[in-house]
């Protein structure tokens, strides 16, 4: 919220992630940026993601500067997550006029079992 607080709405994404990185540096949070991913189908490499942020070894962090987040940013986010086995993943967008963001749980990761689908 501070960044969007301090640099509003209407950067490009890039600017919004190197303020974030700034900020959770900040905070003492550990985090890596722009970390590649593996990802695999049927156990074979397909290719790689660069995740925006990798935070604590357990949350995802994806960043949008979209004007409206839309159902497939919300699945991206979900297919992450699922991916590379992860509970929980987070989706900010700095783009609107107020900060969006929202969780995100991978359903099928054990610690996550008790949540119900929609």
Excluded at 97 to 115: A, Q
Aim: proline content about 1%; overall charge neutral; hydrophobic content about 45%.
């Amino acid at each position: 919220m501070k960044v969007h607080s301090a640099l509003g709405n209407g950067f490009q994404e890039v600017i919004y992630q190197r303020a974030l990185a700034i900020e959770m540096g900040k905070q003492g949070l550990a985090f890596q940026r722009e970390m590649a991913m593996t990802i695999y189908y049927d156990g074979i490499d397909i290719g790689t993601r660069r995740v925006d942020f990798f935070v604590d070894d357990i949350i995802m962090v994806e960043l949008k500067a979209l004007i409206n987040l839309e159902e497939i940013h919300l699945a991206q986010t979900m297919n992450y997550c699922q991916v590379y086995n992860l509970p929980i993943g987070l989706l900010i967008n700095f783009g609107a006029k107020s900060l969006e963001f929202k969780r995100i749980y991978n359903l099928n990761h054990l610690e996550n079992k008790g949540y119900k689908k929609d």
